[in-house]
């Protein structure tokens, strides 16, 4: 067991109202979630805080290797002078009308997994995850975000 899987199954053990904070080099995570069982938590939100860096390449990066629930993100719009990226799940990888939302900006990302209602636009719901597939999506997020500027390869 990987020591971000301990510090996470310690964290949803100790802080049971709902909100669980993560630490790893150069990032801080804050887990809000619902029911936290032996395998598996609810996730209502997952922000990750790191160093700042290059928006283009982190959106690049994270498109091409964080995988949550095996859904493949790719970039909707990333703005560099608007200061933010927006990835979602690919619409092949859509089940149902849910999909993964991330929004990346140059210091910290945050992600949310979205529902299309019938009557148009989208709602936020909370989702099912192992403990270790969360410690995979904290650990890829945290690669990138904990990296100092010039580690981050885009290419």
């Known amino acids: 067991m990987s020591d971000l899987r301990e510090q996470l199954d310690e964290a949803l053990a100790r802080d ?8 790893g080099p150069g990032w801080t995570a804050q887990l809000d979630h619902g029911e936290a069982g032996p395998v ?9 805080e790191g160093r700042v860096g290059d928006l283009v390449d982190r959106a690049q990066v994270l498109a091409d290797t964080l ?11 990333v703005d560099p002078a ?16 849910r999909f993964f939302q ?6 910290d990302a ?34 990138v975000l904990g990296a100092p500027e010039d580690e981050v390869d885009g290419g």
């Open 40 to 48: 598996g938590v609810v996730v209502e939100r997952l922000r990750v």
């Open 67 to 77: 995988r949550p629930a095996g859904e493949r993100l790719q970039p909707v719009e």
């Open 110 to 143: 945050e992600l949310t997994r979205q529902r299309r209602r019938a009557e148009g636009g989208r709602v936020e719901e909370p989702f099912p995850m192992t403990r270790e597939e969360l410690s995979r999506v904290l650990e890829a997020l945290g690669e």
């Open 82 to 97: 608007l200061g933010g990226a927006v990835l979602r799940t690919r619409p092949d990888d859509m089940r149902g009308g």
């Open 16 to 23: 049971g109202d709902g909100r669980a904070e993560l630490h």
């Open 102 to 107: 991330l929004e990346v900006d140059r210091g």
